[in-house]
């Protein structure tokens, strides 16, 4: 066998051993994948859905998924321990200041980007998260295309990475989730490179280096041979304006 035809075979056994590490990342959390589908249907120029709880309830209340961002996203609040939709989440007691202006706020609050927004910040500075959250999240039902959502991602707590906005779990979970693919990638090495060599010295039949391939392929099997590779539990999610 050629030097020329070994180093196909080389790269080619490496390209099945980072292609599997890429599908045991994004094979991960079909809830997420629900949720984000129709965000991004949202997000299209010129759709503006209404419907996105009745989408996402089904999914939402059969899961066993407790992610927070996930309810959120869905239009839901949790209020003590339980998840209610929004329009039905927790009144502050009339009596107390805050609670008392923040239902005259409420009931005089249109149903707008502007509005919704306002209110959200509101809250956030008189020290009602929760309610912040709920209307910074209703707002997004009425973002204008234009909108600068810096400040509105701010006060829904996410940071921003370069050019993307996390909140801060996902950016914790994106950071730990690429140090582990790349530790993966890394130590699915000597196997590639073991059986290069096995190639080149011509120590393999065709039946051997098939099956080979199909190993190295395999974290599962990566590990007989040697190779450590753990396959990571969450799926690298940036959030998207």
């Known amino acids: 066998m050629t030097t020329s035809c070994v180093r196909w075979m080389r790269l080619g056994a490496a390209g099945f051993v980072a292609l599997s590490l890429v599908s045991?990342?994004?094979a991960k959390d079909e809830l997420r994948k629900a949720v984000r589908?129709?965000?991004?249907?949202?997000?299209?120029?010129?759709?503006?859905?209404?419907?996105?709880?009745?989408?996402?309830?089904?999914?939402?209340?059969?899961?066993?998924?407790s992610d927070e961002e996930l309810?959120?996203?869905?239009?839901?609040?949790?209020?003590?321990?339980k998840w209610l939709p929004f329009e039905e989440s927790l009144s502050p007691e009339p009596s107390s200041g805050n609670g008392r202006e923040y239902i005259e706020r409420r009931e005089k609050a249109e149903h707008t980007w502007q509005s919704q927004s306002a209110l959200a910040s509101w809250c956030s500075q008189h020290q009602l998260s929760e309610q912040s959250?709920?209307?910074?999240?209703?707002?997004?039902?009425f973002m204008p295309k234009d909108a600068d959502l810096s400040r509105h991602y701010q006060r829904m707590g996410y940071v921003r990475v370069g050019s993307e906005w996390f909140s801060r779990q996902e950016a914790f979970e994106a950071?730990?989730?690429?140090?582990?693919?790349?530790?993966?990638?890394?130590s699915g090495t000597p196997a590639v490179d073991r059986f290069g060599d096995d190639l080149e010295a011509g120590r393999l039949s065709e039946t051997s280096r098939r099956d080979?391939?199909?190993?190295?392929?395999?974290?599962?099997?990566?590990?007989r041979l040697g190779t450590g590779a753990r396959a990571p539990?969450?799926?690298i999610r940036p959030s998207s304006d």
Do not use: M
């Not at 309810?71 to 321990?81: D, M, R, S, Y």
């Not at 950071?175 to 890394?186: F, I, S, T």
């Open 24 to 26: 045991a990342v994004s």
């Open 37 to 65: 589908s129709v965000l991004a249907d949202e997000s299209r120029p010129g759709r503006y859905e209404s419907n996105r709880r009745q989408r996402l309830v089904a999914e939402l209340v059969t899961a066993k998924n």
């Open 71 to 81: 309810h959120w996203q869905a239009g839901f609040v949790k209020v003590n321990g």
């Open 133 to 141: 959250q709920a209307h910074n999240y209703h707002s997004l039902f």
């Open 175 to 186: 950071r730990r989730d690429l140090v582990e693919y790349l530790e993966q990638l890394e």
């Open 212 to 223: 080979h391939l199909k190993q190295l392929a395999n974290t599962n099997e990566g590990r």
């Open 233 to 235: 539990q969450r799926t």
